[in-house]
């Protein structure tokens, strides 16, 4: 058995680690520790900032995840400001920039970064393309997902729920990726 743990103060997000994760034999819980936010242009280098800090404290096998929501016709907003945006706008905010706007095209997504017990690190990104509803639909999930609707569906990430969004969402994919490369390199415990 694999046991990681992730640092988040996001429970959907957790959820949907386990969800994947556990299927692998892979457990996963939630770590208390914290990293300095820092304000970057990626979501990968606040995901490298993290895992610096991780190695100068001797923090071993944590996961981190940084993702975002990007808006084409708001010119990638909120991308890496996505947690503020949606604290302080939330998705009827989001739905009130976009009032006028035919073009609905955006994407989500999602790195996640990890330290190893070794000192190994692995980095992957994913996304899933996708486009802005008219009004907030569903209530499952979390965040944005009453607003997107991913290519090939015309059902929002909560009206579509867990079991369907995690084949195919930025978070899915990146965990699949993820899992990958650290079955060949984590060290298994009892
Ligand atoms: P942690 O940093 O503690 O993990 P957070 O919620 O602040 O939690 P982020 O900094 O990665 O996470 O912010 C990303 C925001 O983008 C998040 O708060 C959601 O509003 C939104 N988001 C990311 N992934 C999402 C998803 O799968 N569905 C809906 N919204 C999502």
Redesign the pocket.
């Known amino acids: 058995m694999i046991s990681l743990s992730l640092?988040?103060?996001?429970p959907?997000?957790l959820r949907?680690f386990r969800h994947e994760l556990s299927s692998l034999g892979i457990e996963v819980t939630k770590s208390s520790e914290d990293c300095e936010e820092i304000q970057a242009e990626t979501?990968e280098e606040v995901v490298r900032y993290c895992l610096k800090d991780l190695k100068r404290r001797k923090i071993r096998d944590v996961m981190?995840?940084?993702?975002?929501?990007f808006i084409d016709s708001l010119g990638g907003f909120?991308g890496v400001y996505?947690?503020y945006?949606?604290?302080t706008l939330g998705c009827k905010g989001i739905l009130k920039l976009m009032d006028r706007l035919d073009d609905r095209k955006a994407h989500?997504s999602?790195c996640i970064g990890c330290l190893l017990r070794g000192g190994k690190e692995i980095i992957v990104t994913e996304g899933v393309k996708g486009r802005i509803s008219a009004e907030e639909r569903g209530s499952q999930?979390?965040?944005?997902?009453p607003i997107?609707v991913p290519d090939g569906e015309s059902r929002t990430?909560a009206e579509i729920g867990i079991e369907e969004?995690n084949p195919i969402?930025?978070?899915g994919r990146a965990i699949r990726a993820f899992a990958i490369t650290l079955t060949g390199k984590v060290e298994r415990t009892k």
Not at 7 to 10: E, L, R, V
């Open positions: 640092m988040t103060s996001n959907g997000k949907e979501l981190i995840d940084d993702s975002g929501l909120p996505s947690s945006a949606f604290k989500f999602c999930g979390f965040g944005f997902d997107f990430f969004k969402s930025h978070r």
